[in-house]
């Protein structure tokens, strides 16, 4: 079992939908970070949560620290959000682990 | 906000010669990089944590002489394919710890290097 699980894997959603992201982890953090990577590779720090909610934009990620879960909101959904995102959790050894990734596709 | 710059964003070498990978840190002083590799549709998979003045810890797996890590300074470290073949074709990216006022350390990331070995 992987320490940092996400889900849906692949969601397509159509433009102006609400999206979530989960990511559930089982190890202890020190914080967790949502992380957008788009086609060409470049990979974007979207949010670095270690309790609560935060938001940018559209964009909300919340953390519940008792259930080892966060998740990722995106509101209005627009084709240009289409991507990779990640859930990554870091320890105490600051080392980043990776979840696999939602690969999201917002359709016109 | 803070930035890494990552060159080259692609490069195509020939098997058996060797490829330099430069990650700098443009606003702020990276004494932690990290050094990822990602095959396709697959996630991250870390290489190697340099800290700017000390040797490279490389993870289970991964050929310190094959994967040259340098961090000589706060703002560069690079990473050198040596004797590349074409099974080091990969995405390699860098990330830096940066301090985020008042939220503790983030990650900046470079934009990455597609390595094609040919």
């Known amino acids: 079992k992987n320490e940092v699980e996400q889900s849906p894997q692949n969601l397509t959603a159509q433009e102006g939908e609400f999206i979530t992201i989960n990511c559930s982890y089982s190890?202890?953090?020190?914080?967790l970070h949502w992380l957008q990577q788009h086609p060409g590779g470049g990979i974007v720090s979207l949010f670095m949560?270690?309790?609560g909610k935060k938001k940018h934009g559209r964009l909300i990620a919340t953390i519940n620290i008792q259930e080892k879960h966060s998740s990722l909101h995106i509101t209005a959904s627009h084709p240009r959000d289409s991507a990779v995102y990640i859930c990554?959790?870091?320890?105490?050894?600051?080392?980043?682990?990776f979840g696999t990734g939602t690969r999201l596709q917002v359709t016109l | 906000g803070a930035v890494v710059s990552q060159h080259p964003s692609r490069v195509i070498c020939k098997s058996g010669t060797s490829v330099k990978i430069e990650c700098r840190s443009l606003d702020f002083q990276a004494t932690t990089m990290f050094w990822y590799r990602q095959f396709p549709k697959q996630s991250l998979m870390l290489m190697a944590t340099?800290?700017?003045?000390?040797?490279?810890?490389?993870e289970q797996g991964v050929e310190k002489d094959k994967f040259l890590i340098n961090h000589a300074s706060l703002t560069l470290s690079t990473l050198t394919v040596t004797s590349a073949h074409p099974e080091d074709s990969s995405f390699y990216i860098c990330s830096a710890r940066d301090r985020r006022t008042g939220e503790g350390y983030g990650y900046t990331f470079g934009s990455g290097t597609r390595l094609t070995v040919v």
């Open positions: 949560l270690s309790s």
């Open positions: 990554a959790v870091a320890g105490t050894a600051s080392k980043l682990t």
């Open positions: 340099s800290n700017e003045g000390s040797k490279a810890t490389y």
């Open positions: 190890v202890g953090i020190s914080a």
